[in-house]
């Protein structure tokens, strides 16, 4: 059920993608909060990762929200559901208007510039000539530096978090291992809003070891029962994240993020990862997690170095790749030294 935040902006024209298909109508849902200050300078506009949705304020507790950081009493906030996505947004489960047929898996082909050229459709929509605060993690990093990379004008500040310039090798692959388990459920080729279910299942777990850390993975899911020699707490606990995912999310659309995540490249017809990120004006803060495996902190380490003036911070936590949702008392500890040392001079 939408919130009274929650809206829904149709773009004027069709959208053609980086790959020449174009999607003929497509809709976006986004969440607003708060209020936009008369200068209109107080914007924050978050990016979101795979399976989350436009409420940030749901998914991102400690860091926006009443109290928080990214306060609504303060801050105009934006997020919109990413294309492809089963939220609101055009996707693979979205019925065509004139059809009223679903694409399911022959849902074209989408990149994260197919993803930032409606986050811009929306932008110029709510016209936001200039935007304070661009904010993304993981898959919603990737698409706040693309899009800074192409807008360098529009963004005063970036901050990045636990992503990369480039979707690396080892993400690929793991990416591809979630899909092939779910290419392997038959009932996939169904096309049906609950096809690949039992393939979803296991993609979620192949994903969590991924998002996760052997440390966290020790210390939150060793049996204390000794005696144990089967049905262990991290069977169960692979087995309840599949199933909480199943409960929210589509095959569908997870097979198509996935491949967009595998597309992130900002070097791709600029000459190089070094030239594109070199565009960048935003004062830039870039947040690693010591543990993360997925994005590991060589990755932020690079963007950091490449973007000019960008600050660096690493976040010291055992959580892996999901430290930088739940970590939120680190990096609101960063985000204060980063906005004091950008405007107190």
């Known amino acids: 059920m939408p919130s009274e935040d929650s809206h829904v902006f149709r773009l004027p024209r069709p959208l053609r993608l980086e790959n020449g298909a174009v999607l003929p109508h497509v809709e976006v849902t986004y969440h607003t909060y708060g ?3 008369p200068t209109r300078d107080n914007v924050l506009w978050v990016c979101h990762a795979l399976t989350a949705n436009s409420d940030v304020q749901e998914w991102w507790p400690g860091l926006v929200g009443p109290g928080c950081h990214f306060d609504p009493s303060e801050w ?7 294309l492809g996505s089963c939220y609101g947004t055009t996707g693979p489960l979205t019925p065509d208007p004139t059809s009223g047929e679903a694409a399911y898996q022959q849902f074209p082909l989408i990149t994260i510039r197919d993803m930032v050229a409606v986050h811009e459709a929306l932008r110029e929509h709510l016209a936001l000539t200039r935007i304070h605060t661009l904010l993304g993690g993981s898959l919603g990093g990737q698409q706040a530096v693309e899009w800074a990379v192409q807008r360098p004008a529009v963004f005063e500040n970036l901050l990045l978090l636990a992503t990369s310039a480039r979707h690396s090798a080892w993400g690929v692959a793991f990416n591809e291992a ?19 279910a039992a393939g979803l299942r296991a993609a979620r777990a192949v994903a969590l070891l991924s998002y996760r850390s052997y440390g966290a993975y020790g210390s939150t899911q060793t049996d204390q029962n000794e005696a144990k020699i089967t049905d262990f707490l991290a069977s169960s ?68 170095r490449y973007i000019k003036g960008a600050m660096y911070a690493e976040m010291d936590s055992q959580y892996g790749h999901d430290g ?5 008392a680190q990096i609101t500890h960063f985000l204060e030294r980063f906005y004091v040392q950008t405007y107190v001079h």
Not at 178 to 196: E, N
Not at 239 to 252: E, N
């Open 35 to 37: 209020q936009l200050s």
């Open 237 to 304: 606990y692979q087995r309840y994240q599949g199933d909480k995912l199943v409960s929210r999310f589509d095959a569908y659309s997870y097979v198509t993020l996935s491949h967009a995540m595998d597309s992130h490249n900002v070097g791709r017809g600029r000459g190089s990862v070094q030239a594109a990120l070199g565009r960048i004006r935003a004062r830039t803060l870039v947040v690693g997690v010591t543990s993360d495996v997925l994005f590991p902190p060589q990755e932020q380490q690079e963007l950091a």
């Open 178 to 196: 979630q899909r092939l388990a779910i290419f392997a459920d038959p009932t996939y080729q169904q096309a049906t809003p609950a096809g690949g």
């Open 324 to 328: 930088f949702l739940i970590e939120t």
């Open 76 to 82: 105009f906030i934006v997020c919109a559901n990413v």
